[in-house]
């Protein structure tokens, strides 16, 4: 059925040769949407806010769109004084007050999804201004959120009500970096490209990638315990960072700003600080391991028949791709159909095929990797679990590819509706769950007639990482729908021991849901730790945690 | 001055073909001091059974040698109705109670340098019965000390006084496998090297490795944060380690068995266990991302002058062996002579250098690292870096390298006293706190005569991972000595931004000294952190943390 070996493997480089150097996107897709791996490197806000007055139009405040939130009564209410003492630590320059049009881009997500009405917005500019102002906070019982990029996908950083809202971007500097062992430190409002293309210059990179490396800042990656493309290859920030350096909701400084790769004395508190979203501290420095640059990076496109193939082709790639292996991505047809509903790509390959695998290998060697990969290609091809493969042949080729996987969120923002999920579960449960969902919402009759409010079920993801995106498209918001998916979803996900979020974090978003995830005594000890660290609940309120 | 290019990596050949085979320990090692790599895989305190009767004559309780310790007196002592309770929940065989012969192995460290008087021990064999012990025991105000396979350095695992020993060898059961996403999920007693050889049938491996692995456990390596010999390439336990089960103090059992490489559903708790050296909850299941086996391994020694050298050839193995890199270990020729003191092995080298370093490869293809080893070999020899350089041709002479590096701690065993330390610090201080060291003894008029007390400052270690072993050899423990060392090389690597404790963790040989590596803050949230979890102090008193 296929020609094998080196014939194979001619066939997917003339094949690359093909490849246009970049896919277009139809005009209508507005650069605010863009995933900034594709250039655009000023942070978001900055761009959101060119717009906010056409936004704040439209954009519905979280309370109103998702009813139930109650003001907690025990927080303050913003007074001239509390301004004019914020003015004391930050300067007038530092913070943003009472402008809508200025506030806006601080109150609002960048999928305008989520919306706050803080008036007032503070830029610290160093640590001591960070625990001036929380010290001051906690005893005058002013909710705070902190914010870095704001590029998250679940409200984590925007407030509910009238928050003070609390912005990292003026902590920027890189702070030292060891040449030797590869260990960063830096202030954790550093933008995540800016802290790679700086490395870059010696030989280093940041452990961590994602599509919004342009705008996001270290300090919420680490937050947020960002996985994205990388996690494969260099692991979860828990094990990569190193030291951290956090204001507690009382303003004590939690220097433990450690450049150790080991370091054995005592509780591993600044743990509990990643992935914590601002709930218990606010990250202000960051010290963190990175590898050597690679010299050589490969990527190559395959086309399979099934999930089945997908599982064969990851679990063989590991045996012969193994220490260059550094991503391995995949997506349905469907969501192939969704990026070309809304962009022009020139075809990569001739034929549709129902399953996509993305794989990057990262090496010292080109040449060696180029054997390695060459002959891992040959045996997926040889052995019918690829039915077709492109190689990229330069950089412009890699990012070409890259940017089909990277385009479906913004595909998908295009849509009228979309129910977005990030889950992770047991790999070959992974398409199962994506399957069942389909049938499951046929069933309901919301999806799979012209009329049906759900117009496609889109997946794609991190397969070594068991990481779905599932992205359910709709022509509207329903309330039949949503209450066919949820809590359905989060069931099936508990039921294969699977996590209603992978790496997007809680937020406001999935905090309700905590319970399908983890139980009832591990919640319980979670806000044993968040009562001990917030007594007073001022940091970040009305997320994370369950409110009962 | 060097023969270059492949005229050097001959010379590097034929000099390891001349290896022998086994380095031949002098008689007088004793088979329970040897580092459990060699081959001696039964757990370690039962050869240690074997001689307890002579021992014990001998031994010094640690009360009696560190004098300062008083038993915590709201902790009850064991009475015969809660032996009856105990037999209740484990059974007649699951105990061992009142026989001092018995109960020597388990009341004493491998190193017969703490001892305890504890007089009972109980082997549960279930979570569900580490629950009901720990209930009793909290309610009833009995102290527990957590025992694994009892080859920690720093008395963590033995009792001061007469707590109750746990000792987890009878659940050693492996749970289970993912073999697609390579994920272990097993009891917390299973004995490292049965784990690793276990995945060794199924083409994956332990992502630690240390000499103890014959005897440890991997819930006590999880509890002690173990670092070891391949933290370099596959990273800290705090990001392999995807879920725990745990019993907390009062007997709660936490279930955070995830199998899942993202999830980010609220607070890492299980990170707070990872390091906690038992005192906040007992570890009694684990779930872990293993490797897959590398099918190539090369290991190296180079002989170097100095250690810049050290340094100069550790930054440029990141760059040419990255990938494949897996070890980067180095000694001195004090740990040489040390080792050369206690046994005759035969040369592997013509000549001695200041330096050594070994260097280990892990990848998947053997042509690819010997290519990337040979050159990487060739270029530290055109240099100058390294002056001399053998290559070992078999897995013989692999493991005759290994057993070189590992047999230091042997060795020096056989002295009649040693002070031992486990520090981390920026790899450009390691061998500088070495070289003051040597001069702070000499100008303390303890070391450089021949009368002087101290005989010999050895040194080696991890330089990967900046962590030095400085080991003072001496004819006797001595007062002068003692207070010569500390707190002066505490206070040094303080200065220096190091930690006392690397990899060995606090136990009671560092709890008092914790300031030097935790701001009085940190130290104060991780008394929190143990009162909020063991309020009754219960699990493992005396140690961790400072007392004061």
């Not at 939130?69 to 943003?96: A, C, H, M, P, Q």
């Not at 601080?106 to 929380?134: A, C, E, H, Y």
């Not at 996987?405 to 009228?416: M, S």
Request: a negative charge; hydrophobic letters at 35%.
């Amino acid at each position: 059925m296929h020609s094998i070996g080196s014939t194979a493997i001619r066939r997917m480089a003339t094949r690359a040769t093909r490849m246009s150097t970049a896919f277009t996107f139809t005009k209508n897709v507005t650069q605010q949407h863009l995933p900034l791996r594709l250039g655009l490197t000023q942070p978001l806000f900055n761009s959101a806010r060119l717009y906010a007055t056409d936004k704040e139009k439209v954009v519905a405040y979280t309370v109103d769109k998702f009813p139930g939130y109650v003001r907690n009564e025990n927080f303050k209410e913003l007074t001239e004084n509390d301004v004019t003492y914020f003015k004391s630590i930050v300067g007038e320059n530092g913070l943003v007050y009472g402008n809508e049009d200025d506030l806006f881009a601080f109150n609002t997500d960048w999928m305008n999804k989520f919306r706050g009405k803080s008036q007032l917005v503070l830029k610290p500019k160093t640590t001591q201004q960070v625990s001036d102002i929380l010290k001051y906070c906690n005893e005058q019982k002013l909710a705070v959120v902190p914010q870095g990029g704001n590029t998250g996908l679940v409200g984590g950083s925007v407030p509910v009500f009238d928050e003070v809202v609390l912005n990292l971007q003026g902590m920027n500097k890189i702070r030292g970096f060891d040449s030797v062992s590869g260990i960063l430190t830096a202030d954790a409002g550093c933008v995540l490209e800016v802290l790679d293309n700086w490395l870059a210059e010696k030989g280093y990179m940041m452990p961590l990638d994602l599509g919004a490396k342009g705008s996001c800042h270290i300090g919420g990656n680490i937050a947020t315990n960002a996985g994205g493309l990388r996690l494969l290859r260099y692991g979860s920030l828990h094990g990569t960072v190193l030291g951290l350096e956090v204001v507690l909701p009382d303003g004590t400084i939690l220097d433990n700003m450690s450049t150790l790769r080991k370091d054995n004395t005592g509780y591993d508190l600044k743990q509990l600080f990643i992935g914590s979203e601002g709930t218990i501290g606010v990250i202000t420095g960051v010290s963190i391991l990175t590898p050597h640059r690679s010299k050589a990076v490969n990527v190559a496109l395959l086309g399979l028949e099934s999930f089945e193939d997908v599982q064969k082709a990851f679990k063989q790639s590991r045996i012969e791709l193994s220490e260059i292996l550094s991503a391995f991505e995949f997506w349905d047809i469907n969501a192939l159909h969704m990026f070309k509903k809304h962009a022009t790509p020139k075809e990569v390959m001739q034929s549709e095929y129902p399953f996509y695998v993305l794989i990057e290998t990262s090496g010292s060697n080109k040449d060696h990797d180029d054997e390695k990969l060459t002959t891992y290609l040959e045996n997926m091809m040889e052995e019918g679990v690829a039915q077709d493969g492109v190689v990229a042949q330069d950089e412009s080729q890699i990012k070409n590819l890259w940017s089909l996987r990277e385009g479906f969120t913004e595909a998908l923002g295009k849509e009228p509706a979309v129910y977005k999920y990030d889950i992770s579960m047991p790999v070959p449960k992974i398409y199962e769950c994506v399957e069942d969902m389909r049938q499951h919402l046929k069933d309901g009759g919301v999806f799979g007639q012209e009329d049906s409010p759900v117009t496609d079920v889109v997946a794609y993801g991190h397969v070594g990482d068991g990481n779905l995106h599932l992205n359910i498209a709709a022509k509207r918001l329903d309330k039949k729908t949503s209450s066919l998916i949820e809590p359905y979803l989060f069931e099936w996900v508990s039921k294969h021991q699977g996590s209603i979020s992978a790496e997007h974090g809680l937020g406001v978003a999935k905090n309700e849901f905590l319970g399908y995830s983890k139980s009832p005594v591990m919640i319980q000890l979670m806000k044993s730790m968040k009562n001990i660290l917030d007594p007073n609940g001022i940091l970040n309120p009305y997320k994370y945690l369950p409110s009962s």
